[in-house]
């Protein structure tokens, strides 16, 4: 199957060589991108099923087809990569685990800055792409974390600030995915031994904890208010609990000489907000600031203080129903639970197979 999709691949790059990226809108082109898809399919289907054949399949099956499909990927104008191939890759990643910490810089050095780029001019070119790598990501930073730790600096802050810009997209699966890397990857750094958390903290968090604030203080980025205020939530928490010994600021200045850390995110929070909205008093930010603090251990306390602040500020005028999404998703379990309940009540009113899958 590897040879019919090499074979493949090399005549779709010899059109493209030829007539440019047009030619991936030939039929015969898209029909052997079809071939390329179908058997990318059939390999992460038999991936997923591969239970008590793993160090096999990670052995004898993933490196010739990673040799295969990441320079064929690489190599393929933006137009002639599919994204089955990110998906792919995902669900060997998955699977393997740790067992492919040692093939991600080739994951990277093929896929992800290619991909990056294929989709950094605007939120809506390559949806497919778009969902496909920030999930690839979540995967790797989930089960291959200490594989992001050997990356080259370069390329560790171009991974970095490809998350921030996936939180900035209003398509609220991509932005959900990007939060939940921000969490995953602040609570694993958190867990690394020290000089490497401080390194990372002291790097990134004051940026990454400004660029959530500022897509959370943006009506357009509403769907996705439970991912930021919980990712919100933790970081404030990690300041709070002085979990992040490394000084976020200049210990340097001479004006930084009693600054402490919660001190600084406080002044910092304070002075984003300040600036973004002009209509509230330094009051009102001063009171929003330390119920960030105040509540950050208590989730839901947290939740309904971010709320109430942003429907202060005036920017959510209008249909703030994705505000209440928790509480909505949670009366429709419930009403749910309550009708199995009533309906379980009464013989013959649920099929016993329904029955078997609610046990």
Not at 147 to 155: V, W
Not at 262 to 278: D, K, Y
Request: charged content about 25%; glycine content about 2%.
């Amino acid at each position: 199957m590897l040879g019919l999709y090499k074979a493949v691949s090399e005549i779709i790059s010899s059109c493209v060589a030829r007539d440019g990226a047009v030619a991936t809108k030939y039929a015969n082109v898209r029909a052997m991108r079809t071939i390329k898809k179908e058997a990318l399919m059939l390999v992460d289907t038999y991936v997923k099923h591969c239970e008590g054949e793993v160090a096999a399949v990670n052995e004898n099956m993933v490196p010739p087809l990673l040799e295969a499909v990441l320079a064929d990927y690489a190599q393929n104008v933006p137009p002639a990569r599919d994204a089955e191939v990110l998906k792919t890759v995902n669900t060997i990643t998955s699977t393997l685990g740790g067992l492919m910490t040692d093939k991600i810089p080739v994951v990277f050095d093929s896929v992800f800055e290619s991909t990056i780029n294929m989709i950094n001019q605007d939120f809506t070119d390559y949806p497919e792409h778009r969902l496909a790598i920030y999930q690839l990501l979540q995967t790797i930073n989930q089960k291959c974390f200490s594989a992001l730790l050997n990356l080259p600096p370069q390329q560790f802050r171009f991974m970095v600030m490809s998350i921030m810009w996936g939180f900035k997209h209003t398509q609220r699966d991509v932005a959900d995915v990007a939060l939940t890397i921000t969490q995953d990857m602040v609570n694993n750094f958190n867990m690394c031994d020290r000089s490497i958390s401080d390194a990372f903290f002291k790097a990134y968090f004051i940026e990454l904890l400004n660029e959530i604030i500022v897509v959370l203080a943006d009506n357009e980025h509403k769907s996705s208010f439970k991912p930021q205020y919980t990712v919100l939530s933790r970081m404030v928490r990690l300041v709070d609990s002085n979990q992040i010994t490394a000084p976020l600021f200049d210990a340097s200045q001479p004006e930084n000489a009693n600054m402490n850390n919660a001190l600084f995110v406080r002044q910092s929070i304070a002075n984003l907000l300040a600036t973004a909205f002009a209509n509230l008093t330094q009051r009102q930010i001063e009171v929003f600031v330390e119920g960030l603090f105040n509540f950050n251990d208590d989730l839901e306390k947290f939740r309904n203080h971010v709320r109430d602040f942003l429907i202060q500020t005036k920017e959510f005028a209008g249909d703030n129903a994705d505000l209440y999404l928790d509480e909505t998703e949670r009366e429709i379990e419930q009403k749910k639970q309550k009708e199995k309940e009533q309906a379980l009540a009464v013989p013959g009113m649920v099929k016993p197979s329904e029955m078997e899958e609610d046990e």
